[in-house]
């Protein structure tokens, strides 16, 4: 990592006591990114649905999501970051389809799962395209 970014390994432990503290850092850091983001657009006057694509567009942006999944599945601490964000968005999904008549939670999970799915799929589609569809679907159903 280092040598990647043109530093030397002794520069690195200036920041960081070791390994694991640089982990837990990242950890971290992209915890309360994801939850300041929620908390951010919660604040925001935009309708329902441009809410919802607007989302789910910057969690298919974030190249790091799939990083964070991949090592929750072989770090418990991980894996409970992953699951808090998971719920607070949720929830927040689940706020924007009450706000256009929705309540049925099946439909807030089934968007999560398309957005954590969706970068899993090693094919020539736009993540954009399929996600909007499913929110087209959605709103139709209101």
Do not use: C
């Not at 006057?45 to 910057?58: E, I, P």
């Not at 999904?93 to 256009?100: G, M, T």
């Amino acid at each position: 990592m280092a040598r990647r970014l043109g530093t030397t390994k002794g520069s690195f432990y200036w920041h960081f006591k070791d390994v694991p503290t640089y982990h837990a850092a990242l950890v971290r850091q992209w915890h309360t990114n994801a939850l300041s983001d929620v908390m951010k657009r919660l604040k925001t006057g935009d309708s329902a649905a441009s809410a919802l694509r607007a989302f789910g567009h910057s969690i298919l942006d974030n190249q790091t999501e799939a990083a964070m999944r991949v090592w929750s599945r072989s770090d418990s601490i991980v894996a409970v970051a992953v699951a808090e964000v998971d719920a607070e968005r949720l929830t927040y999904l689940q706020h924007l389809l009450n706000q256009i008549g929705l309540r049925n939670p099946a439909f807030g999970q089934s968007m999560l799962a398309a957005l954590i799915g969706l970068p899993q799929i090693k094919a020539e589609a736009d993540t954009h395209i399929a996600f909007d569809a499913l929110v087209d679907t959605v709103l139709a159903l209101s």
